[in-house]
């Protein structure tokens, strides 16, 4: 079972590939699952990730909020600025352009804690940059699109917030507390989370592209390629940031991938809800909510191979 385990682990990229062909191809089996089903299914990922966190990791988070604020402020000039400047070389239509830079503008999504998680990236540092990205977002992304595409949306804090409790921080003490209490069931379960993980990821990856499907097919390949550079573009200029400030390999793999991997369901949300005359906006941020999380699988691979050398 363990060996099963570890394959499935290593190889969560093809894994996730694999899933979001399938679903693309044939999308009713997962259609009858609904995007519902999605939120439960990373909160009970983050439960298994709060099982693996120490004290020692989030004492670290708040001794160093500066690794945090300067992790956000990448997240709120990097994307936006890519996003732009892609919609700009790329000539893409206004409503095209509008939906990439929504997702530019943002904050972190909770996958990203997954694929942190997944990196064996500091988690806690993660986890740090989604809530206070988040916290940021209903200022900060309105302020952004209305600069960047010149107009104004109005982003729901309240839900926000309690979205980032329900989903993230609730779950993640759970773990955290039956770590403490039930430290024999929790050394048993331990080695089987990764394997878990990266399952309940590929099973996202499907349940949003059946959902997507028909945007997907008609978004273009234009489309589809700013929006696959926008995010690889995130996520190497993010573990640059790291690096420029001297930030260890776990801490850069954080960074990395909280900067590249944007809370693309709000920028879907965000167009549908504000940008109904404009139905276009919407497909960047579908598209970028399927590869964002392909492209988190495989360099989840990259960053913890590099974490694995690196402890040898």
Not at 10 to 33: E, H, K, S, Y
Not at 234 to 250: D, M, T, W
Request: charged fraction near 10%.
């Amino acid at each position: 079972m363990k060996k099963i385990c570890d394959f499935i682990a290593r190889w969560m990229g093809i894994l996730v590939l694999v899933a979001g062909f399938v679903a693309l191809a044939a999308p009713q089996p997962f259609l009858t699952l609904g995007t519902s089903v999605i939120n439960p299914m990373l909160g009970l990922i983050m439960f298994g990730m709060g099982l693996t966190l120490s004290p020692d990791d989030f004492r670290v988070v708040f001794s160093r909020p500066k690794d945090v604020l300067l992790g956000c402020l990448a997240q709120f000039t990097v994307m936006p600025a890519v996003a732009w400047l892609l919609a700009k070389a790329f000539s893409l239509p206004d409503e095209l352009a509008l939906g990439v830079i929504l997702v530019g503008c943002c904050p972190g999504g909770t996958a990203s804690n997954v694929i942190t998680f997944l990196a064996k990236g500091d988690l806690a540092l993660s986890v740090g940059m989604t809530a206070t990205s988040t916290v940021l977002a209903p200022l900060l992304t309105p302020l952004l699109v209305w600069l960047m595409a010149g107009t104004f949306v109005h982003v729901d804090a309240v839900g926000m917030l309690l979205s980032i409790l329900y989903v993230v921080i609730a779950p993640i003490v759970v773990g955290f507390l039956i770590q403490r209490f039930l430290p024999r069931f929790t050394r048993r379960v331990v080695p089987y989370l990764p394997a878990f993980s990266s399952l309940m990821i590929a099973l996202v990856v499907a349940i949003i592209v059946s959902h997507n499907a028909s945007n997907l097919l008609r978004g273009g390949l234009i489309v589809a390629l700013v929006v696959m550079l926008h995010n690889v573009l995130g996520l190497a200029i993010g573990y640059g940031v790291g690096r420029i400030l001297g930030l260890s390999h776990a801490k850069r793999s954080a960074i990395s991938i909280e900067v590249g991997m944007q809370n693309s369901g709000l920028a879907s949300s965000l167009a549908v809800t504000h940008f109904a005359a404009f139905p276009m906006a919407a497909i960047p941020g579908a598209i970028f909510s399927v590869w964002h999380n392909i492209s988190g699988a495989l360099v989840a691979k990259i960053y913890s191979e590099g974490a694995e050398k690196r402890n040898r």
